[in-house]
T-cell receptor
Framework: QKEVEQDPGPLSVPEGAIVSLNCTYSNSAFQYFMWYRQYSRKGPELLMYTYSSGNKEDGRFTAQVDKSSKYISLFIRDSQPSDSATYLCAMWVDSNYQLIWGAGTKLIIKP | NAGVTQTPKFRILKIGQSMTLQCTQDMNHNYMYWYRQDPGMGLKLIYYSVGAGITDKGEVPNGYNVSRSTTEDFPLRLELAAPSQTSVYFC???????????FGPGTRLTVL
C-alpha cells in the first residue's frame, strides 16, 4: 500500500461546477498537507498549504484536512477552463526532509 | 530573481551515453531535490541535499549520481543511460523553515 493514494483521473467537469479532489494517506504522523498545481509541461507550483486538521480557504479554493479519517480534499468553486491542470497532494512529517507525493489527478474543465 | 533554473530543456540520449542535468537556484535555499515524473505516476524522489557537501538517496537513486559543492548548484549525473530513464526530471529547492518546494521547469529526457 502506498503512503499516499490519489486517483489519477482524468476528471472532466463542465465550467462553473464545484470540483472535489481527494487524497488518502496511511501515516498518522503527517502534519503538513499541501496541494500543488501543475500545468502541462510545467513544474508544480504550491496552491494551498495547511497544518494539521481543519479548513483553509483562498478565493475559489478550499483545502480540508480530516486527520481522523486520514483524508484530505481540495474544493474548487466556480471552476474555470484555466483550472485545467494536474493537482498533486503532498504531505510532510516535521522530522523528515522529504515530501510524500500523491500520483496527481488530471482535471479537465470543459467550456 | 530567476528561482530554479534547469538545463537542458530537452535531450535525446543513446543507450549507454552519459549526461549531466544542471540545476541552479538563486533563493539561497539549503534544501534541494531531484525528482523524476513518469506519466500518471506522480513525483519520485531521486536524490536530495540539505546543504553544500551533503547528499542522500531518495526513493529511486539507481543509475544516478549527484554532488553539491555550492548552495546554488545541484547537478544530476546519469551514467550509462537506459530506456527506463526516459522521463521528465524536475529540480526543486526549499528553505529549512518552510516546507514549500519551488520547482524548475523540468528537463525532458528520452533514451533510445
Amino acid at each position: 500500500q502506498k503512503e499516499v493514494e490519489q486517483d489519477p483521473g482524468p476528471l472532466s467537469v463542465p465550467e462553473g461546477a464545484i470540483v472535489s479532489l481527494n487524497c488518502t494517506y496511511s501515516n498518522s504522523a503527517f502534519q503538513y498537507f499541501m496541494w500543488y498545481r501543475q500545468y502541462s509541461r510545467k513544474g508544480p507550483e504550491l496552491l494551498m498549504y495547511t497544518y494539521s486538521s481543519g479548513n483553509k480557504e483562498d478565493g475559489r479554493f478550499t483545502a480540508q484536512v480530516d486527520k481522523s479519517s486520514k483524508y484530505i480534499s481540495l474544493f474548487i468553486r466556480d471552476s474555470q477552463p484555466s483550472d485545467s491542470a494536474t493537482y498533486l497532494c503532498a504531505m510532510w512529517v516535521d522530522s523528515n526532509y522529504q515530501l510524500i507525493w500523491g500520483a496527481g489527478t488530471k482535471l479537465i474543465i470543459k467550456p | 530573481n530567476a528561482g530554479v533554473t534547469q538545463t537542458p530543456k530537452f535531450r535525446i540520449l543513446k543507450i549507454g551515453q552519459s549526461m549531466t542535468l544542471q540545476c541552479t537556484q538563486d533563493m539561497n535555499h539549503n534544501y534541494m531535490y531531484w525528482y523524476r515524473q513518469d506519466p500518471g505516476m506522480g513525483l519520485k524522489l531521486i536524490y536530495y541535499s540539505v546543504g553544500a557537501g551533503i547528499t542522500d538517496k531518495g526513493e529511486v537513486p539507481n543509475g544516478y549520481n549527484v554532488s553539491r559543492s555550492t548552495t546554488e548548484d545541484f547537478p544530476l549525473r546519469l551514467e550509462l543511460a537506459a530506456p527506463s530513464q526516459t522521463s521528465v526530471y524536475f529540480c526543486a529547492s526549499s528553505s529549512p523553515t518552510d516546507n514549500e518546494q519551488f520547482f524548475g521547469p523540468g528537463t525532458r529526457l528520452t533514451v533510445l
